[in-house]
């Protein structure tokens, strides 16, 4: 039964990466595994890889995972993520709300275990608040981590995107409520209890709101100098329709630019070029070629999507099936990716429309989420506990809200959107 066989091989899948062996990897050899447990021949294998690498769409995704690796590295390199930030202080005026967005656009770097890049800032942040280290910590993960349904250069986002078959910005939409629900919960209940005072005062006379006025708009052309890389990326995704590949580098590009531009940037020996080397993440681009190749092994045996399908129709609920395999997945390997790789091509060719595959998608890609945030493996919370000096009992007892809360909107969307 290809079921059974699905089940040995992700089994496989979970052993390989428990012992640390790169995801791409173990899902390349998870692939094989498959295909063998099928009897089928070794050159299926072959065929398999060599599709995947003949692939356009494949290859737009790795160069795109490729190049925005390089693209987070230049802009840390070139402290532009920096300025950007300390840009956004100065323009917003406030603590709390610098608190909240700032995890988010450093978030932006996507790298792995990045969370502890914002932890200076939001316990700076922290401190100007007299704010717990259990709530600086909360903080630090909930607006760091609501990108992942809405930033449309997300890794994760683009990958799911691509082996779902969908259009990524309705995906976007669909999404966009569960990153506002999840922001606004983590301020309510981390960032709101505490009181601020704002940088800037109350100007009587004319002359001081010009004077005013005009840093405020000196700030705005700070922020939007320094995050232009990001900018130029989604505005060339967003408007001109560009691969995001072709987006990413013009990102690079930017970064470079202003790099070059800036009196003050740093003098050292690393040339662009070692930059670019140092910046380019191999194993990230492994992860989205095992990831390809495990689709495309599917792909192989139509037969499974017939027993998925049948195992449905005995009135076992999908939705229930999404959540078991997401938690034996996400929660396991502390990961998004791994639920979207192979429940994915298994569930979404089920559905009879475009909307309904887009909820399937979303009821896979935030119940992964979930259980991925949640995994005591998680890097990011790894990080952020020994950073804040906190207890892990203590910061799951945060989750006790805005977890289920996020589920249930999230369920809300499913249905009403039927």
Do not use: W
């Not at 140092?278 to 045996?301: A, Q, R, Y």
């Not at 952020?384 to 809360?405: G, S």
Request: proline residues 4%; glycine residues 4%; contains cysteine.
């Amino acid at each position: 039964m290809f079921i059974l066989k699905l089940i040995f091989t992700m089994i496989i899948i979970l052993i390989l990466v428990s012992k640390k062996i790169n995801i791409g990897l173990s899902l390349l050899l998870g692939s094989l595994s498959f295909i063998l447990f099928n009897k089928a021949s070794i050159f299926a294998f072959i065929g398999v890889i060599f599709q995947t690498l003949t692939d356009l769409e494949a290859l737009n995704l790795a160069l795109a995972v490729g190049f925005i690796t390089i693209l987070g590295y230049l802009m840390d390199r070139y402290h532009l993520m920096s300025r950007m930030i300390q840009s956004l202080e100065n323009l917003l005026g406030s603590v709390k709300a610098t608190l909240v967005l700032a995890p988010a656009l450093i978030g932006t770097l996507l790298v792995s275990g990045g969370a502890l890049m914002s932890c200076p800032v939001v316990n700076s942040l922290g401190e100007r608040i007299e704010m717990s280290n259990v709530h600086r910590a909360a903080s630090n993960l909930v607006f760091r981590h609501a990108l992942y349904f809405i930033f449309p250069l997300s890794t994760t986002m683009i990958i799911a995107a691509q082996i779902g078959n969908y259009d990524l910005f309705e995906f976007i939409k669909l999404q966009f409520p569960l990153a506002i629900v999840f922001s606004l919960m983590g301020y309510f209940l981390y960032v709101k209890p505490y009181s601020s005072k704002t940088l800037s005062r109350e100007l009587g006379n004319s002359v001081e709101m010009c004077f005013k006025s005009s840093k405020v708009i000196f700030q705005l052309l700070n922020f939007i100098l320094y995050a232009s890389p990001i900018i130029v990326s989604l505005l060339a995704t967003l408007i001109f329709k560009l691969p995001f590949s072709i987006a990413c580098v013009l990102g690079i590009v930017t970064s470079l630019l202003v790099h070059l531009s800036d009196q003050h940037r740093i003098r050292d020996d690393e040339t662009f070029f070692m930059s670019l080397k140092k910046g380019l993440k191999p194993l990230m681009v492994l992860s989205v070629f095992g990831i390809m190749v495990f689709k495309n092994t599917l792909g192989l045996f139509p037969d499974l999507y017939d027993q998925m399908a049948a195992i449905v129709s005995m009135g076992i609920p999908i939705e229930l099936i999404i959540v078991i395999c997401t938690a034996l997945l996400s929660f396991t390997l502390a990961s998004i990716q791994p639920s979207v790789a192979i429940l994915y091509p298994l569930i979404l060719p089920m559905a009879i429309d475009e909307q309904t595959k887009l909820r399937l998608a979303m009821f896979i890609y935030t119940t992964g989420f979930v259980f991925y945030y949640i995994s005591p493996l998680h890097l990011c919370q790894v990080l952020t506990v020994e950073y804040f000096n906190i207890d892990t009992k203590a910061l799951y007892k945060q989750y006790r809200l805005i977890l289920p809360f996020l589920f249930a909107t999230m369920i809300g969307i499913y249905y009403i959107s039927a």
